[in-house]
């Protein structure tokens, strides 16, 4: 056999070195790409955990809707596909931010807001949601992608204690009112006194808490001490106006009439103070309390006690 001749051997051997580099070079581009598809993979992982991901055509049919979209909103996968993205909307929603949304993305840019949307079977949920447009070559949307996050129990919880607030705001508008009675049926009316009572918005918390209508009373003369511990209406300014006319009537009663037995001084306030709320305010007013008179003198304990006493 005759040998090659050295020109065409040094060329195999060169391609032999070259076919070699290459299924080297091909080997670690393969590598490269796998490693970059389990990025992907992990990432996407990651995205369909916490997001909502969809993909629209420029008409916003939906051509994409990741795991957790289909989760939340309670479609499947093949009932959005080829589905208008209004197949979500909420009826809550105003036109307006529709309109804004796609004259954002229309024009190349992206829009960020939160949105409330309804479930298939019904019931609502809201995203915090950014939508933005790709662009083809020459700068134009082919596509809308959007990626949203679940905001439905932090939105619930802000619509949570706005009632709570619009509560608090009708009872203390409520107990103001009362006061405002009370006040009238106490005092006597001011020439040119403007009688409606305007509440628009009222919101407090402690100090609607630090107003109360407990209260207490203590009188000592010539050995003898009396006690009075009540609490009128509950808590708030009403209470604290009843408290302050029970004190008034005790040191009227006790000091100027000299009323010291506690089934008197008991009897006294039913009667006056119960005739006067009745006749000017038409209100079941009731005081839980204790009366009692410590006789020093003679070592002597005499109590009564009031439990929901009708005034």
Not at 304 to 309: C, P, S, Y
């Amino acid at each position: 056999m005759a040998a090659l001749p050295s020109d065409l051997l040094e060329l195999l051997q060169q391609l032999t070195t070259n076919l070699a580099r290459y299924e080297g070079e091909h080997l670690s581009l393969k590598e490269k790409l796998e490693a970059l598809e389990r990025e992907q993979r992990d990432r996407k992982a990651l995205l369909d955990r916490f997001a909502l991901v969809s993909e629209t055509d420029t008409r916003g049919v939906i051509t994409y809707a990741n795991s957790k979209f289909c989760e939340v909103s309670g479609y499947s996968l093949e009932e959005l596909i080829g589905k208008p993205h209004n197949i979500i909307r909420h009826p809550d929603m105003p036109k307006d931010v529709f309109k804004e949304l796609w004259d954002t993305i229309k024009a190349g840019k992206i829009w960020q807001g939160e949105v409330k949307n309804r479930r298939k079977d019904g019931s609502h949920y809201w995203v915090l949601a950014t939508v933005g447009p790709l662009l083809d070559a020459e700068g134009y949307p082919y596509r809308y992608v959007s990626m949203r996050v679940d905001i439905t129990r932090q939105k619930d919880l802000e619509e949570k204690l706005r009632q709570e607030r619009q509560l608090l705001s009708e009872e203390l508008a409520q107990n103001l009112k009362l006061a405002a009675t009370i006040q009238k049926a106490l005092l006597p009316p001011l020439e040119g006194e403007n009688t409606s009572l305007s509440v628009p918005y009222f919101v407090l918390y402690r100090p609607l808490q630090e107003v109360s209508g407990d209260f207490f009373w203590l009188h000592e003369d010539k050995g003898r001490l009396l006690v009075f511990v009540g609490d009128s209406v509950g808590h708030g300014i009403a209470g604290s106006l009843v408290s302050t006319l029970f004190i008034q009537e005790l040191r009227h009663l006790v000091q100027e009439k000299g009323v010291w037995s506690p089934e008197l001084l008991a009897e006294e306030l039913d009667s006056r103070l119960g005739q006067l709320f009745a006749r000017k305010l038409s209100l079941p007013i009731t005081v839980d309390g204790m009366v009692a008179l410590i006789d020093l003198n003679r070592r002597k304990l005499s109590f009564i006690g009031l439990r929901g006493r009708g005034m």
